[in-house]
Structure formats: C-alpha cells, structure tokens
C-alpha cells in the first residue's frame, strides 16, 4: 500500500486549552472535511492536566460526532485502536521532552507516525506541534533554549511561542545559520500552520498581526520570510 501523505497543523500557541482564539478550531476542523468530525485529544505533554482535558470536551462539544481523550498509560496496540476511529488528532502543549520521552517508551511515536501516513489529520500546539518534526527548539530541559529531536514525521525545525517570547526570535534564527538547527517554521501565538501532503504551506491567524514564518540559513545568516497565504477568520 502506498502510504497517503502527511498532513499536520501546526499551532504556535493559545488555542481552547488558553480559553482564546475560538477561530482557529474552527479552521482545523475545517481542514478534516467532514461537518461533525471524529477528534482526539493527548495531554502528554501537560502531564494529562485535567483542566485541559476538560476545556478539550467543553470546545468540541456540539460541533463533533465523537471528542475523546487517550489515556495517558495506554499501550501502543490502544493507541492504535484509538486512532482508526479518528478523523484528527490534536495534540496539547507543555513540556516538549517529557512527551518526547514518553512517546518513545510506550512505542507511540511510530504508531502516530504510521496513522498520519495512512492519511489521519495530525495537529498539535507548542510541545505538542514541535514535537512532530525532526528538530525543534524547546526550553524543557531547564538550561535554556535548546535543540531536541522531534519524531521526524515532518522535515526541518520548528520553534512555536514566536511572537510571545523574544528569547526565540534570537535563538531559532542563530540555531539554524550556525548549523544547530536545520531550516524550518516559527509560529506566532494564535497562528495555526497548515502543510499539506506536497508540503505547501498556509497559515492561519487568529489574532491580528501574528503570523508564521520560514527560517532558512543563508551562508552564515539565516533568513526569516513571512508564510503566505495568511488566512484569518
């Protein structure tokens, strides 16, 4: 079987689980083509914090078929289950290497990787969208800024929290020109990133002025270029 390409929605921050930017649900769910879609949500990364986890099933309440959470010591075989009665994933944010590690002891990470080849709608915010490509840049370890090794389903770096944490806005562009990082996206809070199965690329904002971008390096310089289109609400 030749295996459906991979489409993520990348968000660089905000969302339901911060009580803002109703939007950009709106538009993810959008994106799964059905009017009453199938989604489940991962709190790895927070640890399963319950107030997440109720916002989850208080915003996708009434506009969904079916709103359910995975349980936290699910094993790869449930996962899986899980995940063929799923038109999108969404993946919640928090700490970027606790959900990494967590991933790759349970063997979750393949099993996500496999469902998005099969043609499953992936999306996440912070940990949880940068967690999804070969690198990324995360201050989860506790000494700063630094690079950490995503699952690899998508290729390149990501960097969320872009407009709402300065330090980022130096450190992404100087990872990737000195070679740290390879090329890749930042993403504003209230933006969500959507690349498609060619690896086209169309953001949506949800808050004015915030945006996504590419960071390529250039020589010993990295260039940063706005993503278009942008579409807002």
């Not at 929290?161 to 809070?189: K, M």
């Not at 949800?206 to 609400?233: D, M, S």
Request: with cysteine.
């Amino acid at each position: 079987m030749i295996p459906e390409p991979s489409r993520l929605i990348a968000i660089g921050g905000g969302g339901f689980t911060h009580d803002a930017d109703p939007a950009m649900e709106d538009f993810i769910l959008a994106q799964t083509g059905s009017t009453m879609a199938r989604v489940g949500f991962i709190g790895t990364a927070s640890a399963d914090d319950p107030h997440k986890i109720g916002r989850f099933h208080e915003r996708f309440s009434g506009c969904c078929a079916q709103h359910t959470h995975l349980a936290a010591d699910a094993d790869a075989d449930t996962l899986a289950r899980w995940l063929v009665a799923l038109d999108l994933v969404y993946v919640g944010g928090g700490n970027t290497l606790h959900l990494l590690n967590r991933w790759r002891a349970l063997g979750w990470d393949r099993v996500l990787i496999d469902a998005a080849h099969r043609g499953l709608l992936m999306a996440g915010v912070s940990a949880g969208a940068s967690a999804w490509f070969a690198q990324a840049l995360t201050d989860a370890g506790g000494a700063g800024l630094a690079p950490v090794e995503g699952i690899g389903l998508m290729p390149g770096s990501c960097c969320p929290h872009y407009s709402t944490e300065p330090a980022r806005q130096t450190a992404f562009p100087v990872c990737v020109a000195s070679g740290l990082l390879p090329d890749g996206v930042a993403i504003d809070d209230g933006v969500a990133l959507m690349i498609d199965g060619a690896g086209t690329m169309t953001a949506f904002s949800a808050r004015p002025g915030a945006g996504a971008y590419t960071v390529r390096r250039a020589g010993a310089k990295a260039i940063c270029e706005p993503i278009a289109p942008v579409l807002t609400p």
